[in-house]
């Protein structure tokens, strides 16, 4: 699950992490008083959308007089925005952060994040601050410093120092210290919140020798929900496309892309992997569908409702191996279906695996046009063949 | 010969006397493997599928003698059910449960570092040694016993590949699900270090998919010390970056964990990956026949 920016510095304040002063708005003249209670000028007013790449694409506006948070908020506001992240649709920005600007002096990259490889937390320190950290990664890889933690120890204070003392030129002792607690600060938020990335970027040390968090990225391990229940209203649906939420209500794990073909399949790997399939096959995949190993036959209706809702849907591919779903379930969720006059559209299906015999029997009995493969080669044969 | 689990091995099912638990239990014992024991704290004392069932897996382990554990414990308390089976000594912990917080698996992968025990999984199918036992939830009927080992990061691809192989009449020895969480117990190298040592296994067919680099690691592994044929694919070569695809380990992050990478990973080192899932029995029935 995805944070905000503001809601992840609202943690931040909370956690001895230093952010600058700022106020959330949702209407232009809240944005006028915001100017009122926040120092400046200059003040920054940023766009809270979950994509990243907000500040190419014209979500963070730095600004000199109060006329201009406004002019700029209600630039923002209600309004799509654009970034190498959203597609060319962009997402509508509903919020806008109006904070205080600072004279930066040196900039910073700190972040935690867990290592697959070592199966470790680590946290990630870089003098190359405020350019994206993957960039600096291929291009000067010497200057992302990193440190493993041990769970059974946690973090220690040796480790900040290992990272803060690796960078040039070195940091006065003010810094220094302001930067250790900051550290240790990031590694309890980062635990007690169950996150999987926790990523400042930039971390400004001001003219004034402040440090302080300009930015925030936050994401936390949607499996701990059950255990972070305080953090679920930071949940939030305006971010996420329309179907893939009516899909969430179901328990299907749907999430669409730009293709023609539908499909369904049970299983993660195997959904990926008929993706791929059709791909080959000369067409392209209208989404991923995993109706899971338990789905029922309404569930298999839902997602024959959630596929066809995409207008750009001109075929949709069955694939079911069955193992706990059964062949049979799955028939009868797909009749279901076209009974209720939702399927037009040719249908591949192909079916293997438990109680194969009896889901064939439904399909045939009913009166739904569709083709049955006999195997994965012929059912991409006849998806390509549907759509060219 | 099989890896891990073979006829002798004597199961305990934790979390026997929930829906999943008792379902699979039944379907395991069909297929012939030894359910000796089954743990649910608070239900000691019951049967289940005539199986006994102990509050503790000290006591499975102390009056049934079993050595390997198959876990279908809900998520928040699964990490526990793993860490219990490491510490009353069991040899391999096949854990089901999909869904447990990544930090209490680092936990695990901790604790588990300098023990003997075997983590397989978690979210993963099992493993099973076709004609000998399964441990798991994988469907008995499409194996057959031959020389192929699976490893896979997956459930149904999985049985999709093996069915394709007893398709073409390609057996298999042991077929493993590693499981699609990013901190997973064993690796693909763990597992093929394993195979290379197993006579009984032939060619090895490794079934990965977007996130992580495991592959690439693989891949290096496989240059400098694996001696059999290797049949790889790789799921999710349409799959768009940032998005975590069904399994929580399955996404591309970072400029990291791409299709693409890993195919030219796999195949700088000498191995035949099959890029058309259609293909893959055909394909490995090609490469089996040549070696």
């Known amino acids: ?388 | 010969m099989s890896i891990l689990v073979d006829e002798n091995s004597r199961v305990v099912v934790q979390g026997i006397t929930g829906r999943e638990g008792t379902f699979h239990t039944k379907l395991m014992i069909e297929y012939g493997t030894v359910v000796a024991a089954g743990v649910t704290p608070g239900k000691g004392g019951k049967k289940v599928e005539d199986v006994p069932v102990f509050n503790t897996l000290k006591d499975a382990v102390d009056k049934e003698g079993v050595n390997v554990s198959c876990i279908f414990v809900p998520p928040p308390f699964a990490a526990d059910a793993i860490i219990e089976a490491a510490s009353a000594g069991l040899k391999v912990i096949v854990c089901i449960t999909e869904g447990i917080p990544t930090l209490d698996m680092v936990k695990v992968a901790s604790f588990l570092k300098d023990k003997d025990s075997v983590l397989i999984g978690p979210n993963c199918p099992g493993i099973i040694s076709p004609g000998k036992t399964k441990v798991g939830i994988m469907p008995g009927p499409i194996h057959m016993q031959g020389g192929m080992a699976v490893i896979s990061r997956s459930g149904t691809l999985t049985y999709e590949v093996v069915d394709q192989l007893t398709g073409v009449g390609l057996g298999q020895s042991t077929c493993i699900g590693i499981g699609g969480d990013p901190i997973i117990g064993t690796t693909f190298i763990d597992h093929l270090k394993w195979f290379k040592e197993d006579p009984e296994t032939k060619g090895v067919v490794l079934i990965g998919e977007i996130g992580g680099t495991a592959e690439e690691e693989a891949a290096a592994y496989i240059r400098k010390e694996f001696n059999k044929p290797v049949i790889a694919f790789i799921a999710g070569q349409t799959a768009p970056p940032g998005r975590r695809m069904g399994h929580a380990g399955a996404i591309i992050s970072g400029g990291q964990g791409r299709a693409e990478d890993k195919i030219n990973a796999l195949e700088a080192g000498g191995i035949t990956v099959c890029m058309n899932l259609g293909n893959l029995g055909q394909t490995a029935l090609e490469v089996m026949g040549k070696s």
């Not at chain 1, 948070?69 to 970034?83: F, H, S």
């Not at chain 1, 190359?128 to 990664?137: D, F, K």
């Open chain 1, 1 to 388: 699950m995805k944070l905000h920016e503001y809601q992840a510095k609202d943690i931040f304040g909370k956690s001895g992490i230093p952010i600058p002063n700022g106020q959330l708005v949702t209407a232009v003249d809240q944005a006028t008083k915001a100017t009122q209670i926040i120092s400046g000028a200059p003040w920054v007013v940023k766009a809270q959308v979950h994509a990243g790449g907000r500040g190419k694409g014209g979500g963070v506006r730095v600004v000199h007089y109060p006329y201009e948070v406004a002019t700029a908020t209600e630039d923002l506001l209600g309004k799509p925005l654009v970034t190498k992240q959203t597609g060319p649709e962009g997402v509508i920005v509903n919020q806008v952060l109006i904070e205080e600007g600072v004279e930066i002096d040196r900039e910073f990259y700190l972040s935690m994040v867990i290592d697959r490889s070592s199966a470790m937390p680590a946290m990630i320190f870089s003098q190359a601050g405020g350019m994206e950290i993957e960039e600096v990664a291929s291009k000067t890889p010497e200057l992302i410093l990193k440190e493993y933690i041990d769970p059974a120890v946690g973090w220690m204070p040796h480790q900040a120092r290992n990272l803060i003392y690796g960078i040039k030129p070195p940091l006065s002792l003010g810094p220094v210290k302001t930067l250790m607690s900051i550290m240790a600060n990031l590694y309890r938020v980062f635990t007690t919140l169950d996150c999987s990335l926790v990523e400042i970027n930039p971390l400004a040390i001001t003219k004034e020798g402040k440090v302080i968090a300009l930015d925030a990225k936050m994401s936390v391990d949607p499996n701990a929900l059950f255990r972070q229940k305080e953090l679920l209203h930071f949940d939030d649906p305006r971010e996420k496309d329309p179907l893939e939420l009516m899909a969430e209500k179901y328990s299907l794990n749907y999430i669409r892309l730009d293709g023609n073909v539908g499909a369904m399949v049970n299983g993660a790997g195997l959904a990926m992997a008929t993706m791929d399939v059709i791909k080959m096959a000369g067409a392209e995949p209208a989404n991923f569908l995993d109706v899971g190993g338990g789905a029922s036959e309404s569930m298999i209706t839902k997602g024959v409702e959630i596929i066809l809702k995409d207008r750009r849907v001109k075929a949709i591919l069955v694939n079911i191996f069955g193992g706990i779903l059964r062949c049979d379930v799955l028939a009868r969720g797909v009749v279901a279906a076209a009974k209720k006059g939702m399927i037009r559209l040719p249908l591949i299906v192909r079916l293997k695996g438990t109680n194969v015999e009896e889901g064939r029997e439904i399909l045939r009995n009913s009166d739904l046009q569709f083709f049955v493969a006999k195997d994965l080669a012929e059912a991409a044969e006849l998806v390509a063949k549907q759509v060219s």
